[in-house]
């Protein structure tokens, strides 16, 4: 399979230790290839590389560590405030972008398919990886980028219990858990400044990252550019991963209706020039879309493309319902493999290595 390969400058002057390919599988360079000088590395990294793999690089492990973290993140924002701190949370979002910048489409599709916490804690957690691919588009400065994922991660702090409710329940709110909701961007703020935080971008999402861009938001009715970038960016992936991921009774939703969604009642409410932008860099079908092939595969997308098509996808079951092992690349261009829909993880399948379809 093919995974993603960034080039360091100490390879100038050397030759590649293997073959580089483009997304979709076209050969760039072959292992040996000398890279000459820094023009050709410059030309080089001027698209995104892959190379093929069978497991994930020795330095990666990336889902053994994004389920270590995963996991502390459920035991420090579950647990009993008084064992909260900022470093704590800092250390915490620092390690987690870490992550992400190891294998971006892994962290972005994994905990789709295998929830990695409590409910309200994955959902940060996507909240969190989505966040950064938008900061990393928008050049965003790396204090920006790490207040932002310090945000994702404590947006919703100090009232868990309400938002993972609404995520798996579908019971009705009532005045006071209302009341709750509005202020509860404040209160998470204030208790972040209590611990001792002190990062301007991390406070200001978070108190603001339920503002609306005609003002109609809350607590403040901000509007407009009186909102930071980093609380927009917030507000539209929060809205995003809710519309994919699923909520109470709403089932995860194929993105051309998150697509709906987002451009239908929530337009004038979001910015929507960062919802162009995410959508564009998602396209249809995000990191961990199952798909049902025409050959009656079922398969996932592991990787982003470059444009709304998706080339490739990692067929995990045949048509009689049994396991590939190991699982298999398809080109969906061709007439076998071409998606006829998409899918959502099935109980009563068999058990499904899910890791494996990223190589790990």
Not at 35 to 55: F, K, M
Not at 218 to 230: H, K, N, Q, V, W
């Amino acid at each position: 399979m093919l995974h993603p390969v960034q080039l360091d400058p100490s390879l100038i002057g050397q030759h590649l230790p293997w073959d580089l390919y483009t997304d979709s599988g076209v050969l760039v360079a072959g292992a040996e290839t000398l890279i000459a000088d820094e023009a050709h590395y410059i030309r080089l990294i001027g698209r995104t590389l892959y190379r093929r793999q069978s497991i994930a690089p020795e330095a990666g492990h990336c889902l053994d560590r994004l389920t270590q973290l995963a996991g502390e993140a459920d035991a420090l924002l579950g647990g009993p405030p008084e064992l909260l701190s900022a470093e704590a949370l800092t250390r915490l979002s620092r390690e987690l972008a870490q992550t992400y910048s190891m294998h971006p489409d892994a962290c972005l599709g994994y905990p789709r398919l295998v929830p990695l916490a409590r409910p309200d804690i994955n959902h940060a957690l996507l909240v969190l990886f989505t966040s950064l691919l938008v900061a990393d588009q928008l050049e965003l400065s790396e204090e920006e980028r790490l207040g932002l994922a310090g945000a994702a991660l404590t947006m919703n702090l100090t009232d868990p219990d309400i938002h993972a409710a609404r995520i798996v329940s579908a019971s009705a709110d009532g005045d006071a858990e209302r009341a709750r909701l509005i202020a509860h961007p404040l209160r998470a703020a204030d208790f972040l400044r209590e611990l001792g935080l002190d990062d301007a971008v991390w406070l200001e999402a978070v108190r603001q990252h339920h503002e609306n861009m005609d003002g109609s938001g809350y607590p403040e009715g901000r509007e407009g550019a009186r909102i930071s970038l980093p609380a927009r960016i917030l507000h539209v992936v929060d809205a995003y991963v809710t519309r994919i991921s699923g909520q109470h009774y709403r089932p995860p939703r194929a993105m051309r209706y998150a697509l709906r969604e987002l451009y239908g009642p929530r337009r004038g409410l979001i910015d929507n020039q960062i919802a162009v932008l995410l959508l564009r860099r998602m396209g249809l079908y995000p990191p961990g879309t199952l798909l049902r092939l025409a050959s009656r595969e079922h398969a996932c997308v592991t990787r982003r493309s470059r444009n709304s098509f998706v080339r490739f996808a990692v067929s995990f079951m045949d048509g009689r319902g049994r396991p590939f092992d190991p699982p298999r690349e398809r080109d969906l261009g061709t007439r076998a493999h071409r998606p006829r829909g998409t899918l959502s993880v099935d109980p009563a399948w068999p058990h499904i290595e899910w890791r494996h379809l990223w190589g790990y």
